[in-house]
């Protein structure tokens, strides 16, 4: 078992590291981008040299490798909370402050709109193209695709020309959205599972123990640690005593049912604020940025590589083809709607920038979390129907709208 974990994790690492060579040296696209062209072309050169016979013992062993890798648990067990640490420690909690309101409304009530919006036009489009998806399914897709993903939109982000309260916007809204995401999914699938012991009583017990439970995680964990640093003046301890905090709520969250992004996204704040100001050293603060900024660059690399590998593994048809393009025009129309609607009624209380509107829409981007989640979906007549569908939305939102979002954002005030 070991021996075959560190042979999956040599291959992805070399794979993520020759595509990274290929895109810097001659491609010259953002890096997400980047590897994603590249996996999803190599990809469809696997597939397609084995449709004609060739290379079929190369792909087969990439299809096993994927398959053992196990896209879901790897992304929401293992990849995501040190991603969302690392996210969350570069936010400055008064920018966070300042735009709360259109932060928490975004990743609440849009997403509950969007999930919405989505769940009853592909429930509409399945008919038109002839498939069977009970609303149901269809609202499960819908909670699974419409919150922005963090991973994906951080690292966009940054080669994209915003301004700092945009930016805060659209990176408070993708750290915390999640959450709400994960906890309507599970609901759906709770009511999928067992329609009769589905009520408000369980949802409202979910939110608690997911998005309470989660967040009072991380405040005590985060909280703990930050009185640890504060007896220590060791950059090299600190690292640890950070990876140990994203490690071990990662861990407790799985026993108790909270929700690990949510927990890790708290301990990040509170580190990457009152740790770094009161309990550090600037050479502690510079050492720290450096180590976790690496550390996310990697995964991120590893995590778009396996994005676009994954395209091996899916079963498409003429019918779940033509059903995922047309999910991308749904999922972009309800993306538009939960964001120009919450703030359309927030103007009557705060200033937007004019094109707030625009750039929140078309940087809502989708990436890992959306898939890992889509691989959560029971088996089903309708399972690989939404799992095409999300990966044509994924690709779409990450290659199209991650090329265009500098474009997009053009030139623009606060």
């Known amino acids: 078992m070991t021996k075959d974990l560190f042979n999956l994790i040599a291959i992805l690492t070399s794979t993520a590291a020759a595509f990274a060579f290929l895109n810097q040296r001659y491609i010259k696209l953002p890096m997400a981008v980047g590897l994603m062209a590249l996996s999803v072309a190599f ?11 060739l290379g079929h013992e190369f792909a087969e062993a990439t299809v096993k490798m994927l398959h053992e890798i196990n896209f879901s648990t790897t992304v929401m067990q293992g990849m995501l909370c040190f991603l969302l640490f690392a996210g969350a420690l570069h936010v400055e909690i008064e920018d966070l402050k300042a735009e709360r309101l259109p932060i928490a409304v975004l990743a609440t009530v849009g997403v509950a709109l969007s999930t919405a919006i989505v769940g009853f036009l592909i429930y509409g489009v399945g008919l038109v193209v002839g498939l069977d998806i009970p609303l149901a399914y269809a609202l499960l897709f819908g909670s699974l695709i419409s919150p922005t ?32 995401g994960i906890v309507i999914f599970l609901a759906i699938l709770g009511y999928i599972a067992a329609p009769a012991h589905a009520d408000a009583g369980m949802i409202t017990k979910l939110v608690l123990t997911e998005v309470v439970g989660g967040i009072m995680m991380g405040l005590a964990a985060g909280y703990g640690v930050f009185l640890l640093l504060r007896k220590v003046d060791d950059y090299r301890v600190e ?19 909270t929700s690990g992004p949510l927990a890790v996204v708290v301990a990040g704040l509170l580190i990457g604020n009152h740790g770094k100001k009161l309990a550090m050293s ?133």
């Open 239 to 257: 690292i640890l005593m950070t990876l140990a905090l994203v490690t071990g709520l990662n861990a407790l969250s799985t026993v108790f049912h």
């Open 43 to 53: 990809s469809l050169i696997l597939l397609l040299l084995n449709n004609f016979g």
């Open 282 to 414: 600037d050479i502690s603060i510079q050492r720290l940025e450096d180590f976790w900024e690496l550390l996310d660059e990697l995964i991120n690399a590893m995590l778009f590589v396996l994005i676009g590998l994954e395209l091996m593994v899916l079963t498409f048809s003429g019918i779940s083809l033509l059903f995922g393009f047309a999910a991308i025009p749904v999922v972009l129309l309800a993306r538009w709607v939960s964001v120009a609607v919450p703030i359309t009624l927030m103007q009557r209380f705060r200033d937007f920038s004019p094109r707030v509107r625009r750039i929140l829409w078309w940087g809502g981007l989708r990436g890992g979390v959306s898939v890992a989640l889509a691989l959560q979906i029971p088996t089903s007549p309708q399972r690989d129907a939404l799992l095409v569908a999300t990966y044509c939305v994924v690709v779409f939102s990450i290659l199209v709208q991650g090329l265009t979002i500098k474009r997009m954002a053009g030139s623009q005030g606060a």
């Open 149 to 180: 993903d963090p991973v994906a939109v951080l690292s966009i982000l940054k080669s994209a020309n915003v301004s700092r309260s945009i930016e805060i916007k659209i990176t408070g809204e993708s750290l915390f959205n999640d959450g709400a």
